[in-house]
Each structure stands twice: as C-alpha cells, then as structure tokens.
C-alpha cells in the first residue's frame, strides 16, 4: 500500500458461497446423472463433460477480480474488470456515511455501477455494505467483507 492509501480490497467475481454452492450443484447434477445413464453412450459423456467445465470455470472465477476499492485521502476509487471505467466518488460531497445490510435477499448478482432507482451499486459477494450519501442525494452503496475497516477509512479520508 502507498502512504496515501487507507484501504485497499478486492472482490472476486467467483468467491461468493451462495452462487459456489449453486455450481457445485449443478456439477454433482451432471456428475450424478452421467454415473447412472448407462444406456446412451453419446449423452452421458456429454453430461460429464458438462460437469467438468463447470467445475473448471468455476476454480477459474474464483480468481477473476470482479473490482478494487482503494480508499485515499479525499476519495473512494473503485476499478472494475477489463473495459469498466474508473470510478472515484469525492468524499467531500458526501454527507452520510452508514454500515448497513447489501440487500435484504439471500441471492444478489455480481454488479459494477449499476444505476438504479437513484442508488449506485457495486457488489461481489458478502452480505456487508456500507452507504453512502451525497449532498444530491445520490447514494453509493459499496458492497464489502471488511466492513468495519472500509466503514472506518472513509470517514479518516473525510476528516
């Protein structure tokens, strides 16, 4: 980390446990079925191909970084995957900074500047957020597994 960093962390695009345990499901699925279709040789190896590249792009995903929040003096900057642009929210507009719930749903998509209903979204996984408000009355929500130390790294880039 540079000296003017406070916080700095990445979320993956795979490493979400609600949407691993619906993969692995779908896998055990394909593996469970290609164990007892004994009588088509064509469609059972196509299942445990199937089961398998779910598997591998499974292990791939877990180490494709969705985005980085990297929080420095006056600033939140948040970089997403491959083409996203840059997003850098001045925290001398902001006027309420809160640690609260994502989302009240157990299953959330992976998101990156999403607008939606007046809210800015960016999300991987967790169910810990913290939110926060400009004087527009736009609010951020930044979705975290750190949500204690993001939580307290704005509010030291903001004084």
């Known amino acids: 980390m540079d000296q003017d960093t406070l916080f700095v ?14 993969r692995l499901i779908l896998a055990l ?4 079925v290609y164990y ?18 779910i598997i591998f792009v499974s292990i791939i995903m877990m180490y494709l970084v969705h985005y980085k929040t990297v929080v420095s003096p006056n600033s ?6 491959w083409t996203t642009s840059l997003v850098k929210i001045d925290l001398s507009s902001i006027t309420k900074v809160e640690k609260r719930d994502y989302s009240k ?38 979705g975290t597994y750190k949500q204690e130390e993001l939580y307290n790294a704005i ?3 903001k004084s």
Not at 29 to 32: D, K, M, V, Y
Not at 36 to 53: E, K, P, T, Y
């Open 9 to 22: 962390e990445r979320q993956y695009l795979g490493r979400d446990k609600t949407w691993i345990s619906v």
């Open 105 to 142: 749903y157990i299953f959330n998509n992976p998101v990156y500047n999403l607008h939606k209903n007046g809210k800015i979204r960016f999300y991987a996984g967790g169910k810990d957020a913290v939110w926060l408000t400009d004087r527009d009355g736009l609010i951020y929500i930044i």
């Open 76 to 81: 939140v900057k948040m970089s997403g995957l």
């Open 36 to 53: 007892l279709n004994m009588d088509h040789l064509a469609s059972r190896q196509l299942f445990f191909i199937v089961g398998s590249c």
């Open 155 to 157: 509010l030291k880039a």
């Open 29 to 32: 699925f394909c593996f469970i």
